[in-house]
Structures are given as structure tokens and as C-alpha cells.
DNA sequence: TCTCGGCAAAATACAGTGTATCGACATGAG
DNA sequence: CTCATGTCGATACACTGTATTTTGCCGAGA
């Protein structure tokens, strides 16, 4: 029994439903982050008490689910893509627009299966494109392997947003944006492969980086479906 | 500013210390998961009360900082890997096992940018095994990217197997293990891509699902140092 | 030796959390 | 008109991270 399958009650309930709980928290954590999301303020937002909640929703974890779910409808391509790469080109770059939109999401990203309606319509619109093409095995580990690599890299990504954000200061400025820290460390001269490369290394732009991984993971991905033993 | 600016108290520090503070706090987030530590908690089990900690520590989020760093330093390899291509195998594996041994290094990994001395000798390590080899540009790729992956695989599959431990059931039977909601959907006919893949997929290893998509991404990786415009 | 000052440590305090429980009220049935 | 049901709100509890106040010790000065 998980929060799919817990029927919305009844009858009369009220002008309140677990749309608008979800649709509340979802502007909750939009605004001030997954933190303060808090039943009483999502509860408070719908101006209702805090135990009403518990009508749609049994546990504050079912609430992040569904949440998660809402913003997989979101991911979801409106048009059926051409190909599986293009299906999964199109699903990497949509998981990050929408963490782009909902930052939270990125805390979200990878915790617990992704099990909702609009999850699964997303697993089944990239599988179908996977259709006749190779043995369920392949198509399985292609599938898992560029999900793992942007779940990741956008976790990343949004980590190194907010650690930027803390300090002021750009990404490239690593040394000075960590604070004397990393300065102090890459003086000791313990770490001469690290310290040439704050020192040398360019600005990247957050979006080459994620594209261009992606391509490579996909074109990992194209070789061993072009010869399936390799 | 961060913790790792933050000096060693100067003296007498009474039988406590930060190593002592890191180490309570990691053996109840082994026993109970990350939300079984709590600063009261930490502080109980070295007999002390909790304001104590705060002349070591800032911030519950700082705890968690060391706890992490603290792991990175079980990861570090004890030798010197021959080339890149181990060096990042080496790396993926051997976060893979501490995660084993530390489940909620799961909930950790990636959340927030790894600057501790751990781990910093960890990239040091690794930026190392690239030594010459490649423009600090696509080094830099090749580290993230297999990064992404292994990072978003041990969290997709810690997931999993928290999901399969509160079922009981195993991930193959996937409908039954998240519930009845799952086989209703599948049941309805708009998941058929879905459908057949859970009817007729096998069971997968866990272990040789991780390697394999390592080993892909690997592969790209030395595509791409091979021929570098490609 | 006695007293006082400073300071580390402990106790208390506060605002908030998720969730269980209980009491009132309103609404429908007989 | 009465009574039962069941929904909703208020209250309660155990806990959290952290700020603030109180305590008590220990060394310096008289």
C-alpha cells in the first residue's frame, strides 16, 4: 500500500484536495527551498489545519512523492520522439529544465523509485523507443546508465549553484568561493594535479558540460547497441 | 568561511575533539540512517550535553560535511592506479563499497560540492592519473562524467534496495513490490513498453548492472580521449 | 587564605517539526 | 425531534536545531 493507491476520499471533500496540497507544497519548496516545506505551512497555505492534511496524505514523504510526480508530468515530451536517442536526449534535458524551475527537485533526484502515474508514462514513452531495437537486458542498462548520468550530473550542478549562491562568487573562482580552505590546501602542495587545474583550467559553461557528457554517454551507448557483445 | 577553515580548538579540549563528534555521529547514521543522527544524540553518546558541540562544529550540516569527508578518506585508494582508466574504475568501486558499508553516504553523495581533505586528495589522485594525457578541458569531462554516473547509479540502486527492504519483496517483482498500484496501472494497457519489460525482464545483478554501465561509460571516456574533436 | 573575575560547561529556553489523540459539531437517518 | 456518524479542529507529545542564561570551577590578586 503506497500513496498510489490510496483512492482520493470519498465524496464532499471540501474545496480541498491533494491537487491543491501538492500544488501548495510545490510553491512552498519553489520559493524557499524542500526545507521549508512543512506541513503546517502547506496546511496554513490552504488555510486549513495541519491534520487535515492526513485525509490525503499519510506521511510527509508521500507528500515529497507526489510532488516529484507532479513535476514528472511536466517532463513528460509532448511529442513522441523519433528515436531512442532522441527520446533520451530529450528526457535528459527536460529533468533539468524542470530542476531548473523546481530546485528542489535536484534533492529529490534518485532518493526513492520513481513510481507516480506521470513517472511511469515517462519510463514507458522512453522504453517505447527502445522498441524491436535490442534484447530487454540492453535496452535496460542503456536506459539506467544516462538516467544515473543526469540524475548526477544535475545534482552536481545545482550543488555547485548553491554553493556559488552561499559565497558570491563564480564557480571558476573555486579556491576563493571555498573559502581560505582550499586556498591554504592547494598551498601545501599536496596536490599539484589539482592546483594546475584551478589555475589553469577555464570558466565552463554549466550547459556544454551536461550536453556534452550527455553525448558522450550516448554515444557510449549507440556502440553497444551497434554491437551488442562489445 | 566553511568548516574546514575552522582551526582545532586550541588546548585543553577536554577528551573531546572532532574526530570523536565525527565518529559518533557516523556510527549512528551507520545504525539508523542519517535521520537517526541528531546533534543530541551525537552528544549523548560521548556522555556530553549537546551545546558542547557547537564549540567544534557550526552547524548540523557542517557535521554532515566532516561525516562525508570522513568516508572519502576509506575511498582514497592505497595505491597509486597505472592509468586513467583505472584510476576512475578504482574510484567508482571503491565509493560504491563505502556506501555499502555506510548506506546513508547515499542521501549525501553529490548534495552538496566535497571539499574536505579526503576528499580533495581523491580528485588529486585522480586529476594525477590524467597527467598529460588530454587539454585540462576534456580531463575535466571525463572526470564528471563518469562521476555522474556512478554518482546517480549507487543512489538509484541504494534507493532500490530500500524500497525491496520496506516491501520485502525482491526488485524483479517489481508490480507487487511497490504495491498494488503499480500492476493496476501496468493492467490498464497505457503502459505496454512498461508491461513487457516487467513480465519479461530478468533478474539483474546488481553488481554487474553497476559495472556494466561503468564500463560503457568508460569506453566512451577513452573514445573520446583517443580522438579528441570527435 | 579569602575573594573576586573570567570562562568553559551545563541547564534552560524557544520556536518549530511530524504526527496521535480527543472533543465538539454539524449533518444525515430514523 | 433525537440520535448516531463521522469529519474537522484543537490540543498534546516527543523531538528537533540552536540561542541564551545560569552555574560552578579555577587561577590571580589582596
Redesign the pocket.
Known sequence: MTVWDRPE??T???P?DRERIVAAAISLADEGGLE????????ARL?????????Y???????FDLMVDEVYAEILPEERPGDWREALHILAHRTRQATRRHEWLADLLGGRPALGPNALAVTETTLAAFDGLADLETVARAVETVSAYFTGAIRREIANLRAERATGLSDRDWQRASGPHVTRMLATGRFPALAKFVHDGTEVDADVSFATGLDWVLDAVAAKLARPSA
Open positions: 476520499p470519498p464532499r471533500p471540501a480541498l521549508a516545506v512543512s506541513l503546517r505551512k502547506v496546511a488555510d486549513v489545519g495541519p491534520m487535515r492534511l492526513y485525509g496524505i499519510s506521511t510527509k514523504e508521500e507528500l
